[in-house]
């Protein structure tokens, strides 16, 4: 059975109306904030590294970005503003903890984070079902 003209053409319109709103550009490359050790078995999480390296106790940094849209100073830029000391730990595509728009993540290792990087706390979604009440003003 084939589907109405009419219904195929409304799919593929809310399709592209989809990817549209979640491939807007990003401007500028961000910086992800950090997990904390008590955050591990509370909210659910992609491959994002821990707040600090288990062997050296340096703290991570990491950064999206679009390759095509940023150029590398950009990225050094905003690493050298929030990192001392950067040494690099990884360069991965990470749909999970970047955007569409910047799927790239690069991640340093510092010898001290900007006070705003240091406190900066992911987008967490919690793991199991909040069963308290909610009130609406």
């Avoid at 961000?30 to 078995?41: A, C, E, I, K």
């Avoid at 979604?125 to 009130?135: F, L, M, V």
């Amino acid at each position: 059975m084939r589907a109405a003209p009419a219904f195929t053409a409304l799919s593929g319109l809310s399709l592209a109306a989809m990817l549209a709103g979640c491939s807007g550009t990003a401007s500028e490359p961000y910086y992800l904030g950090r997990f904390l050790p008590g955050d591990q078995g509370v909210y659910e999480r992609g491959d994002s590294l821990t707040a600090n390296d288990p062997l050296t106790g340096r703290p991570y940094f990491s950064v999206c970005y679009n390759s095509t849209l940023h150029t590398a100073e950009q990225v050094r830029a905003l690493v050298r503003r929030h990192c001392s000391d950067p040494q690099l730990k990884r360069n991965v595509t990470d749909l999970y903890s970047c955007s569409l728009a910047s799927p790239v993540r690069v991640t340093y290792s510092c010898s001290a984070l900007s006070r705003t990087a240091e406190e900066a706390r992911p987008n967490l979604i919690r793991s199991d079902s909040y069963t308290g009440t909610i009130d609406v003003y």
